[in-house]
């Protein structure tokens, strides 16, 4: 009797060791796919990793903008500590694991370089096509030879648009024919649209040359923006008035639509055109992605000589305007897009 007590009280221990030390063997496993789920929910698995090992920098210095977001590259960028970290590491390093929104730009960073006023300067234009692409081009309807010099901007890659001349609120500048006026007929108007439209095809959306005066007036952005919708066209409000209502009416009848954030050459000398890059780096760095629009100037096109290429190594994707558009179809389909990320 005693014996079998005591077998009895020996299969118990067992049984105790047994379901604790499987308690406990599970709960180092479960430690385990954590890490990569909680990372997983910002970036695609192959980053994971890099997310994992970067993490110490970004706790000692704050935010590092740039270095960040180049770190992230998908280049293979030195400092591999890419120990198979998740091991047993995981107990102990779990605390630091939560990834910071900063901590995730493996989002990529666009950038969109619009060059306005082209065509009518044609050897800046030419120069301005040369660069290295995708750039995007928006065309004066008047400039001389307007098609050939865009099916040229179209075969060397960037993405066309067409600038349409609209009222501003200073006389100092002449905005060339058929300037869209604030009072006007809006069949005058339509008229005027229609012309600059078929002056040339190839381009994809419109955006507004000057306007400061007309385009902050939302009865007259209503005719234009359907009108461009109907054709299926997107616009880019160039702000040359923060009182713009572009981007307003354009969401509220559901086109496509952006903004443009930094003017590169409102002082066309080349330190100050690079220091407007820097603030399209840092917009972009902020907001996910970056509008910034220029002209065929020399210093604009020498700046952006130097600058283009380097943007790829600093983690940015130059991008055409159009993959910058807001649009309700658009967010709904990047919302699903990130549904899919577990
Ligand atoms: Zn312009």
Redesign the pocket.
Known sequence: MRNVAKTVGFAVVVLVIAASGTALYMGERRLEPETPASTGLFEPPRQTIKTTSTKPVSETQKPRKLEDASITNPEPVAVPVTVPVTVTVSRTAAPNLPPEPTASPARHLRIAIVI??AGVDRKRTARAIALPGPLTI?F?AYAGNVSSQVKAAKAAGHEILA?V?MEAESYEVDPGPNVLLRDTEPAVVLKRLDWVLGRFTGYVGVN???GSKFTSDAANMRVVLQELKRRGLFFLD?RTSPLSKGETIAREIGMPSASRNVFLDNEPEFEQVMRRLEETEQVAMRNGSAVAIG?PKDATLVALAKWLPAIAAKGFTLVPVSQLMHHPAVTFAEKGAVKSFP
Do not use: I, K, Q, V
């Open positions: 306005d006023d928006a004066l600038h001349a507004n040359h000057m160039s002209h």
